[in-house]
């Protein structure tokens, strides 16, 4: 990829993105109101979501989007994932990947989460960054049971969107399109149960809102 080229597809993509959230035609809102009060407490929590659903996630509150952490590869096509969402406002990334970097990922994301004086918001996809498709992965747990904060499930859904064929048939809403927000309750790790005991909690209530989101009559 030639220079140009990489420092314009992320001015191209994040244009796009402002742009989608402009033309709304209509946003409903389910069960954000937890959500809200953790922000307005300047409180840190795990916000995660499908692979698939990460185009509009850090519109789903759009006034805190600089206090969203994003786990970004290291890789060049994660260079222009974190220029991208910086250009929306994202001030901070938690850097690595699910091999070579996926430790030091693990710690940053950690690391944000316990500066509580921030309030940061580690956005994680539990099935990413390679799937399978709503597969998750322990991370999510494990994090939620290290630092003791809440972890608050998403998802979204659009009334005009192409669906890529990728392995996470990944969305990508269209502009002037109606759209769902739906929430989870936060939810804090059980330190009496295990890892995995955790992470069938989290997916459960992951796979409720996707349900809730997909199933949505617009």
Known sequence: MNSLLFKSIPTVVSSYMK???????????????????????????????W?????????????YINRYVPIISKSKDGELIART????????????SSSRYGKNAYQSAV??????????????????????????????A???????VPVVCF????????????????II??????FVYVYDEPFFADKNKSVKENLDI???RLNKVTEIADNWEF
């Not at 969402?85 to 690595?96: H, M, N, W």
């Not at 494990?142 to 003791?148: C, F, H, P, V």
């Not at 809403?173 to 109606?178: F, I, M, Q, T």
């Open 19 to 49: 742009f989608v959230h402009k033309t709304e035609l209509h946003r409903k809102m389910i069960n954000a109101e937890p959500v809200i009060e953790l922000y307005k407490k300047n409180k840190p929590f795990i916000y995660a979501f």
């Open 51 to 63: 692979h698939n659903r990460i185009f509009m996630a850090p519109f789903g509150i759009p006034e």
């Open 85 to 96: 969402v910086g250009k929306l406002g994202v001030k901070a990334y938690a850097r690595g």
């Open 111 to 140: 690391e944000h989460l316990r500066m509580e004086n921030k309030g940061y918001v580690v956005a994680v996809t539990p099935d990413g960054p390679l799937g399978p498709k709503y597969v998750a992965k322990d991370g999510v």
């Open 142 to 148: 494990r994090m939620a049971l290290e630092t003791g």
């Open 155 to 170: 998802c979204y859904n659009a009334s005009r969107k192409i669906t890529a064929n990728s392995w996470d048939n990944f």
């Open 173 to 178: 809403p269209l502009p002037c399109s109606e």
């Open 202 to 204: 989290i997916v459960n």
